[in-house]
């Protein structure tokens, strides 16, 4: 038997696995899913003070080696958006909120809002590449980000995730996080990209640029981790490109104590958590090693 328990901050995980923020995140039923098959957690879309409509379509499209998405945060709003997480019941795995905002004061009143409505954690999303005056183009300024994390954990009581950007230097955003009091730190979010149409000779994409997500993006992931936890003390949620339990234990080696599924859902199914998580314990079983923390870090050449 190998132990996959992790803790990040307060919170104990039964696996290191999360939905990531933007798939099926957004309703009960969705959440209850994804819960159901197999992931340790979940955490919500992005979900931002007024309803979005996001950007127009296509908003998503596959390309050779990964998925490029511009969905622009649609989302219902807050007030109706805690109506449906009320309908949520847990099963004792954590629901994480992730909220984006345009300035300190509306992160303060969603995380104060979420953690009213019962979330275990609030994710800041400072990294979504694609939505003008959100997301990177507040995350890339690590005073910006210092300011905000810690006026936000001045007033909450629960544990609040940063989700960084690669397109930056992340070490430096996420040293400005951990001094605020960040508890973790999320890396990465989709790295800003973009597809051509030859024929029509335009972009792909509604919204132009997107963010590019999925196994193309799992050697970028794993560098910022690599070099987060060797300038951070705070755990680090890797993301990026995670599809089989080998990647996943990859990002573990890296730094990782736990990590977010997006994409994989895509290629794998609903019950991604589940598969990734059986081949994670059968290559633990196979190499002989009894706990997922062991691993942790176990890369690193200092
Ligand atoms: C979106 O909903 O537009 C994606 C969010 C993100 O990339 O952070």
Redesign the pocket.
Known sequence: MVDINTRISEITLENPLLLA??ILGQTADSMKNILESGMGGVVT??IGLEPRE?HSNPTMIETEHGLL??????NPGIDVFLKELKNLSRESKPIIGSVFAGDKEEFIELSVKMEEGGVDAVEL?L?????EGY?AAIGTDPELVKDIVRTVKRNTKVPIFAKLTPFSDIVDVAVAAEEAGSDAIVAI??VQAMAINFETRKPFLGNQVG?YSGPAIKPIGLKCVYDIYQNVDIPIIGCGGITYGRDALEYITAGASALQIGSAIYYRGKDAGALIVEEMKDIMEKEDIKSLVELIGSAQQF
């Open positions: 923020s933007g879309k992005s996001g998405n511009a969905m622009g945060l649609p999303n990294s979504c590449p694609h939505a997301g979010n989709t963010g």
